[in-house]
C-alpha cells in the first residue's frame, strides 16, 4: 500500500500537478499555499490571534462558501427552469414533483437566507474588531459593494419562481424606484423636468420602467431578473470577490493589532 | 396562567413599546456589559429562548407565523446577532480589563506568533464547510421552500411584503414617503457604511475587540444595525399583519383591524391650530415652518454644533470630515425624530407638498 502511495506520488502525472512534498515541513507548506491558484489568495502565514473562531467567527468564508453553494445549486436549477410567464411557475411544480431527491431548490433558498445573515455578520464583526480602519479602508468599501450585491442576487432571485410571494414581494420592493427624485415618475422633482407641458419622466421610461421593463412586474421583468441573477451580477460580484480576498492578502492578512 | 403570559406579551410589543423597549435594553447592556458580558447571562437567554419557543406554537395564531418555512431565518438571525454581540462585548471587556491593567489584547498576545495557513486556517475553513454543507442538507430534507399560488398581478395578497432582509426599508414607510424610505435612506445607508472607514479617525480598536477604546462607535453601529435594522426586520416579518397593521405575536390576523389615522401635517398645526388661521393657499408659504426647521435641522446644527457641544470633534475630524459625518448622522438621525414626532403628536410630515410628492 506504502509502496503504491509512493509509485503514485513519483508518478510524473502527479508531479506535473503538484510541484512539492507533503505539506508537512515549512518549505512544503509554504509552497502548498503559494502554488495553487486557490490557496494563495490566503497568505503563507496568519496571525495566530486572527484565525481563532471566537475573533473571526468564519463568517466571510462561510459566505464564500455559501457562494459557491448557490452556484452550483444555481446551475443545476438552470437545468430545468425556463423564465417565461408561461413556464417557470410549472417548472418550479416539476422541480418538486418530478426531479428525484429533488432538494437542489431548498438549498438554494434555504443557502441565499444564510448567506444574506452570515455577510451582515462578517461586516459586523469586521466593523466591531475596527478592522475597516486603515490600511484596510478601501476593502471596507468593496466589502459594502459586495453586501449590497448579495442582496440584489437575493432580491432578484426572489422573483424567479413566479409565485403569489414572488411577484409581489418584487411590486413592493420596487415600488419604491418609483419614488427616485427626479427619476421615478412620483419622486420629488420629476415633475421639474418637463418642456412645454411634456413630461419625461412617466411610467412609462422613469426608474422603475428600467428595472422591470414594463409598468408591472410582467415578463420582462422575469427575463431581467433571471439574466441579472444567472449571470450579471454573478459574475460583478466573482470579480469583486477576488479583490476583495486579495486585498485582505496585501493588507496584511486577517486583521490583528498593528 | 398562560393566556396572562400571551397578554403582556402582547401588550408589551406594540410599536413604541417595542421600540423604546428595544433602545432600553442596548442602552443596559452597554452600560451594565461587564454583568451581561458573562456566561451565565447567555446560558440564560439561550434556555430561556429555547423554552420559549417550544412553548409559544402551541398558541395557534403563533404558530401560523413561526411556522412559515421563509421565518427561519429569521429566527437563526435572533440568535446569533443575540450570541455575537454577546461574544464581541465579553472580548471586549476582557480586553479593557487588560488595558487597565497594562497588559496588552488577547490578541495582541497571541498575535506575536504567526503560524502556517497550511494546516492551522486550511483545517478551519474545511471543518466548517462540511459541517455547513450537512446543516445545509438536513435544513433541505426537513423543511420544504415554499411556493404559493401563481402569479395573479390581479389579486393583492393583504398583506405584501418584500423580501424580508427588505423589511427594515418597508417599515420606514410608516414614518416616510417612498422616496425617503425607499430610495434616500438605502443611498444614505450605503454611502454612510463606505464613508465610515474615512471618518472615524479614531486610531484605536485597530484589529482587537474593545469597547472603552472606542464607545460612541460601538453604540453608533449597534444602534444602526440592531437597533434600526435587525429589530425593524424582526418586527416586519412577525408583528405587521393584514394592512401592515401592528399585531402581537399572539394575536390574530385580523384584516378588520382598524388602527385609526389621524395624523396631522405640521403646517396644520401651525396655521390652524396655533394661529387660528386658515392654510395658505399658496405650498411653499403653507409648508414654511416644516422648511425653516427642516433647513435649520440639516444646515444650522451642524455649524451651532461645530462651534459650542462639539467644538473637540471639529479640531479632531477636521472641517470637511466633519460636515460629511454630521450629513450622515443628520439623515439617520430623522428617522427617529419622526418616530417620536409620530408617537408623540401624531405628526404626518414636516414638509408636505404632495403636489410635488415632496413630503418630509
Known amino acids: ?258 | 396562567m398562560g393566556e396572562l403570559i400571551k397578554d403582556a406579551i402582547d401588550w408589551l410589543f406594540d410599536p413604541i413599546r417595542y421600540f423604546v423597549g428595544s433602545a432600553l435594553i442596548l442602552g443596559v447592556v452597554f452600560y451594565w456589559r461587564k454583568f451581561f458580558s458573562r456566561n451565565i447571562v447567555i446560558a440564560t437567554f439561550f434556555v430561556g429562548f429555547t423554552a420559549f419557543m417550544l412553548w409559544a406554537p402551541s398558541d395557534p395564531d403563533f404558530k401560523k407565523i413561526i411556522t412559515k418555512p421563509d421565518n427561519v431565518p429569521i429566527i437563526i438571525l435572533i440568535t446569533t446577532v443575540i450570541f455575537f454581540t454577546w461574544l464581541a462585548m465579553r472580548q471586549g471587556v476582557i480586553n479593557d480589563e487588560r488595558a487597565k491593567e497594562g497588559k496588552p489584547s488577547i490578541e495582541g498576545e497571541l498575535g506575536k506568533k504567526k503560524v502556517f495557513t497550511w494546516p492551522d486556517l486550511v483545517y478551519t475553513e474545511f471543518i466548517c464547510l462540511v459541517l455547513f454543507t450537512a446543516v445545509l442538507i438536513a435544513w433541505s430534507i426537513l423543511i420544504e421552500a415554499p411556493i404559493e399560488e401563481p402569479a395573479a398581478t390581479a389579486r393583492t395578497p393583504n398583506p405584501s411584503k418584500a423580501p424580508w432582509y427588505f423589511l427594515g426599508l418597508q417599515e420606514m414607510l410608516v414614518y416616510f414617503d417612498p422616496w425617503i424610505a425607499g430610495v434616500v435612506l438605502p443611498s444614505f445607508i450605503i454611502v454612510g457604511l463606505m464613508a465610515i472607514p474615512y471618518l472615524d479617525t479614531n486610531p484605536k480598536g485597530n484589529g482587537y475587540y474593545t469597547i472603552e477604546q472606542r464607545p460612541f462607535a460601538i453604540l453608533f453601529f449597534w444602534s444602526g444595525f440592531i437597533l434600526f435594522w435587525v429589530s425593524f426586520v424582526i418586527l416586519g416579518t412577525f408583528l405587521r399583519g393584514p394592512n401592515w397593521s401592528f399585531f402581537g405575536p399572539f394575536e390574530y390576523w385580523d384584516i378588520h383591524k382598524l388602527e385609526p389615522l389621524v395624523n396631522v401635517n405640521l403646517s396644520t398645526y401651525f396655521w390652524v391650530d396655533a394661529l387660528g388661521k386658515p392654510l395658505p393657499e399658496n405650498a411653499l408659504l403653507r409648508e414654511a415652518p416644516g422648511i425653516a426647521l427642516i433647513l435649520g435641522y440639516f444646515f444650522v446644527l451642524p455649524p451651532l454644533l461645530g462651534k459650542t457641544m462639539l467644538r473637540g470633534l471639529v479640531e479632531k475630524m477636521g472641517i470637511a470630515r466633519f460636515n460629511v459625518f454630521m450629513q450622515l448622522l443628520l439623515w439617520f438621525g430623522l428617522l427617529p425624530l419622526k418616530m417620536l414626532a409620530r408617537w408623540v403628536f401624531n405628526l404626518k410630515y414636516f414638509i408636505g407638498i404632495p403636489e410635488w410628492f415632496f413630503n418630509v
Not at chain 1, 444564510?114 to 476593502?139: A, C, D, Q
Open chain 1, 1 to 258: 500500500m506504502g509502496k503504491l502511495f509512493q509509485a503514485i506520488r513519483s508518478s510524473q502525472i502527479w508531479r506535473s500537478i503538484f510541484r512539492h512534498g507533503y505539506p508537512d515541513t515549512p518549505r512544503n507548506r509554504t509552497l502548498a499555499v503559494l502554488s495553487n491558484t486557490f490557496l494563495h489568495l490566503h497568505p503563507v502565514k496568519v496571525r495566530r490571534s486572527g484565525i481563532r473562531l471566537s475573533y473571526t467567527w468564519c463568517m466571510g468564508g462561510l459566505t464564500f462558501f455559501l457562494f459557491l453553494v448557490e452556484t452550483l445549486t444555481g446551475l443545476l436549477l438552470m437545468f430545468y427552469y425556463r423564465p417565461t410567464a408561461e413556464y417557470a411557475y410549472q417548472d418550479i411544480w416539476a422541480l418538486r414533483e418530478h426531479v428525484p431527491i429533488g432538494i437542489m431548490r431548498e438549498m438554494h433558498r434555504w443557502a441565499a437566507h444564510l448567506m444574506v445573515i452570515t455577510v451582515w455578520l462578517h461586516m459586523y464583526r469586521v466593523f466591531l474588531t475596527g478592522s475597516y480602519k486603515p490600511p484596510r479602508e478601501f476593502n471596507w468599501n468593496v466589502g459594502v459593494i459586495l453586501l449590497v450585491l448579495t442582496l440584489l442576487l437575493s432580491f432578484t432571485g426572489y422573483l424567479l419562481p413566479w409565485d403569489q410571494l414572488a411577484v409581489w414581494a418584487i411590486t413592493v420592493g420596487s415600488n419604491m424606484a418609483r419614488a427616485t427624485p427626479f427619476l421615478g415618475h412620483e419622486g420629488p422633482g420629476a415633475s421639474l423636468l418637463s418642456f412645454g407641458g411634456l413630461n419625461f419622466i412617466h411610467a412609462g421610461d422613469d426608474a422603475r420602467f428600467g428595472l422591470l421593463a414594463g409598468r408591472f412586474v410582467g415578463e420582462g421583468a422575469l427575463l431581467r431578473f433571471y439574466v441579472l441573477h444567472c449571470v450579471g451580477l454573478p459574475l460583478i460580484a466573482a470579480a469583486l470577490m477576488a479583490i476583495h480576498f486579495w486585498r485582505v492578502r496585501k493588507d496584511g492578512g486577517i486583521s490583528g493589532p498593528l
